[in-house]
């Protein structure tokens, strides 16, 4: 017997003409911004820079090796993890604190959601440049208020224990911002039902928050998460503008972007700066299956 051909409805071919028209423009944009130099880079890794970076040499994994042999490409390891675990829980809890805060009734909500995103808006040059003069050893407004207060004066920058910190305190206030517009968005989603159900049953805020707020919001605060660990493990701009190469807490605070950017550009070593790139996609690559593996067990979706 023939089989009956299925004839797709004129509209149905519109609503997919339209559908893939809309999202072509960042397909295309993530092909050539993001999956060609992804491609692009691994190529270069096998690959040694010639002088004044022509001539590339083929070495093979060579790179690798001598990647694995770095102490540095190490210290660069554990300071971008580091400086992901010292900015993403505490950047979370406080712009998940203010969602919370803003989705309750209270006045000027619209201006205080506007003051917490401005730090999205402003160039990270400007907002380093700001803190920068606030972390200024000599002039600088917090050691003023330090030595008002009959505090001496810290190193913030200079000071390899506490150099990191320091950078974390800015990625913490110039990432609160975005998330806090994410989980917000989230909150609105959450059907009043449930509070209402709770609240003639005698719930305080405190319960709700745990037993229907926070499992309700897990999927946006997945999201939150999963995008602000491969935010952070990019740090670059905020620590090459702080710290330079012949800062004494460099070794404490180099990220593996900053190195990847020290090798490539500073050093010409094209080759090798691609496989430091390349491990620093391996371990987010890491990072990311184990979150949507473990996401099974806390995110709720309704």
């Not at 960042?26 to 692009?40: M, S």
């Not at 690959?47 to 770095?70: C, H, P, R």
């Not at 968005?185 to 745990?210: K, M, N, R, T």
């Not at 620590?239 to 900053?258: A, E, N, Q």
Request: proline share 4%; glycine share 8%; charged share 10%.
């Amino acid at each position: 017997m023939k089989k009956k051909k299925i004839r797709i409805p004129r509209k149905t071919w519109n609503e997919w003409l339209w559908g893939w028209g809309m999202v072509f423009p960042t397909i295309l944009g993530l092909i050539v911004l993001n999956i060609i130099p992804i491609f692009q880079t691994f190529y270069l890794s096998f690959f040694k820079s010639g002088a004044f970076g022509k001539g590339n040499t083929f070495v093979g994994l060579e790179n690798y090796k001598k990647m694995l042999q770095d102490t540095q490409v190490w210290c660069a390891v554990r300071n971008t993890l580091g400086y992901t675990c010292l900015v993403v829980p505490a950047a979370t809890a406080i712009a998940l604190f203010l969602a919370v805060a803003l989705n309750g009734n209270i006045k000027g909500k619209g201006a205080y959601r506007t003051i917490y995103f401005i730090p999205m808006v402003a160039a990270p040059a400007a907002v380093t440049m700001v803190w920068k003069w606030l972390y200024n050893d000599k002039f600088g407004l917090l050691n003023h208020v330090l030595n008002r207060l009959g505090v001496g004066s810290v190193s913030w920058i200079d000071n390899p224990r506490i150099a990191l910190l320091s950078v974390a305190v800015i990625g913490i206030w110039s990432s609160i911002g975005y998330s806090m517009v994410l989980l917000l968005a989230g909150l609105q989603e959450i059907p009043s039902d449930y509070y209402e159900a709770s609240d003639i049953d005698g719930a305080g805020s405190v319960c709700q928050f745990f037993n229907i707020t926070l499992p309700l919001i897990s999927p946006t605060l997945f999201f939150v998460l999963v995008t602000s660990i491969i935010t952070a493990m990019q740090v670059f701009d905020v620590i090459y503008m702080m710290v330079g190469v012949s800062s004494p807490s460099y070794d404490s605070t180099v990220s593996l972007v900053y190195l990847f950017y020290n090798n490539s550009f500073k050093y010409s070593g094209k080759g090798y700066g691609s496989a430091i790139v390349m491990l620093l996609l391996a371990i987010i690559m890491i990072i990311t299956v184990i979150q949507t593996r473990l996401q099974k067990r806390w995110v709720n979706y309704m």
